[in-house]
């Protein structure tokens, strides 16, 4: 059993940080790549960044230059450091796990980020 918990979120003003966590622990073995999604109400999931087993990363465009996706593999952590944001990011963000392994997607319980203008 894999379970992802996240933390980090919480409310912030329009041009400040966040920095999001993500731990996961349980049977882990041969992980593709972890990312972050995010879901504001009303509207779908969106992926936000991700990164693989080898580092690279991947950005929706709209965090581009503003957020930052890292992983300590011996930690089996992921981080989403969250730079000049503003309210529109303000959304339910979700910490996602795939391993090569199974088709299963992990997911955390979800943390809230919610930016005033």
């Known amino acids: 059993q894999v379970q992802l918990v996240e933390s980090g979120g919480g409310l912030v003003q329009a041009g400040g940080s966040l920095r999001l966590s993500c731990k996961a622990s349980?049977?882990?073995?041969?992980?593709?790549?972890m990312g972050w999604y995010r879901q504001a109400p009303g509207k779908q999931r969106e992926l936000v960044a991700s990164?693989?087993?080898?580092?690279?990363?991947n950005y929706v465009d709209s965090v581009k230059g503003r957020f930052t996706i890292s992983r300590d593999n011996a930690k089996n952590t992921v981080y989403l450091q969250m730079n000049s944001l503003k309210p529109e990011d303000t959304a339910v963000y979700y910490c996602?796990?795939?391993?090569?392994?199974?088709?299963?997607?992990?997911w955390g319980q979800g943390t809230q980020v919610t930016v005033s203008s």
């Open positions: 996602n796990l795939q391993m090569w392994t199974t088709s299963i997607d992990y």
């Open positions: 349980g049977i882990i073995f041969g992980v593709k790549g």
């Open positions: 990164i693989t087993s080898g580092g690279s990363t």
